[in-house]
Structures are given as C-alpha cells and as structure tokens.
C-alpha cells in the first residue's frame, strides 16, 4: 500500500494579537451600529420628548457622523494590523 502526502498539517490556533485585533474590530462595529440605530430609533419613539431625546433630534448628523468616522477609524485599525500571513 502506498502512502500519498497530502502537505503540512495546521493548527487552527489564532495568536493572542490577532484576538485582541477582533476585539477592537468588532467594538468598533459595534459602536457604529449603535450610533447610527440611536439617529433612526429615537426620534420614532415617545423618547424624543425627553430632553435626551431633544438632542439626540437636534445633533443627528453629528451623530451619523460619528458612526461614519467610527467605521472608517475601525476599517483603517484593521487594514494597518493585518498579519503578514
């Protein structure tokens, strides 16, 4: 019987920095969403009567700005740590 070599074997273990690195990314998306889902979801609600909600309504594009500024920073954060695997 012969044997055929099918390659090296790999470990699916990712290193430490790489966690870290998918923690950042992730707390950026998800920092993100929450601000863009706070400028759709509050002024439908009965919060924009509240003077949380008033300034939500009066700084909706600061805070859709916000989020923009966030995905990019995350996007730039994940694009300059990059393994070079």
Known sequence: MRRIDIGAQTAAVTPARDSL???FV???IGLAALLFLLVVAVPSTAARFTTA???VADHQTDLVLAGVLTLLLTALFFALTRTGS
């Open 21 to 23: 690195r998918r923690g």
């Open 26 to 28: 992730i707390s950026g």
């Open 53 to 55: 909600g008033r300034a």
